[in-house]
């Protein structure tokens, strides 16, 4: 069955860095583009980022624009998000979803399945 | 960007009833590009209607979505205990993709 597994969370200090991965399991990783969505403590959903199903297209919402970034290695059947000069608003715990095969290379799309997600507290 | 706006914010209901949660877009989301997701309390959101109409796989037939360019609908016919949740709609017809702040259903 399909299992999508993030790890990497923790608490950072303001300012700096943090990678995020999610591990893909139960179908062709290698088809499907992902996203990363996140929920601060209390709040609703917030889209953060997406990958293309080869790497080649990935965008960030403006409020990671320059900070974050994604990445995938399809031989590993893992997807990344590098985070750096965090702040405490970035508080929350990152959700990775795979996005519908029919929209594997395109910025937009819903999400089929997700992960259990991975909590980043950043805090000093 | 698309700004989706749903209401009511929480919604008490008994066990049997009807559900009916509405969410609205600051622009035509084109094509119907609509998503609804269910969340439980400490649980990752789950998919439950896609391209505003179609359910997920394994979804029950008592949840349904409706609805086209700015204003769409997620009904549940007869609420079973499981379906207490929160529910979010997101649109996905352009960038950048956003979800609405959610629908608290709650036992009366």
């Known amino acids: 069955q399909v299992q999508l597994v993030e790890s990497g969370g923790g608490v950072v200090q303001p300012g700096r860095s943090l990678r995020l991965s999610c591990t893909a399991s139960?179908?062709?990783?290698?088809?499907?583009?992902f996203h990363w969505v996140r929920q601060g403590p209390g709040k609703g959903l917030e889209w953060v980022a997406v990958?293309?199903?080869?790497?080649?297209?990935?965008y960030c919402a403006d409020s990671v624009k320059g900070r974050f970034t994604t990445s995938r290695d399809n031989s590993r059947n893992t997807l990344y998000l590098q985070m750096s000069s965090l702040r405490a608003e970035d508080t929350a715990v990152y959700y990775c979803?795979?996005?519908?095969?029919?929209?594997?290379?395109?910025?937009?799309?819903?999400?089929?399945?997700w992960g259990q997600g991975t909590l980043v507290t950043v805090s000093s | 960007e698309i700004v989706l706006t749903q209401s009511p914010g929480t919604l008490s209901l008994s066990p049997g009833e009807r559900a009916t949660l509405s969410c609205r877009a600051s622009?035509?989301?084109?094509?119907?590009?609509l998503g609804w997701y269910q969340q439980n309390p400490g649980q990752a959101p789950r998919l439950l209607i896609y391209?505003?109409?179609s359910r997920a796989t394994g979804i029950p037939d008592r949840f349904s979505g409706s609805g086209s360019g700015t204003d769409f609908t997620l009904t549940i016919s007869r609420l079973e205990p499981e379906d207490f949740a929160v529910y979010y709609c997101?649109?996905?017809?352009?960038?950048?993709?956003?979800f609405g702040g959610g629908t608290k259903v709650e036992i009366k």
């Open positions: 990958i293309s199903n080869d790497g080649s297209n990935k």
């Open positions: 997101q649109q996905y017809g352009s960038s950048p993709l956003s």
């Open positions: 622009q035509n989301v084109s094509s119907g590009n």
């Open positions: 979803a795979r996005g519908p095969v029919e929209m594997a290379t395109s910025q937009r799309g819903y999400f089929d399945y």
């Open positions: 391209g505003a109409s």
């Open positions: 139960g179908f062709t990783f290698s088809n499907f583009g």
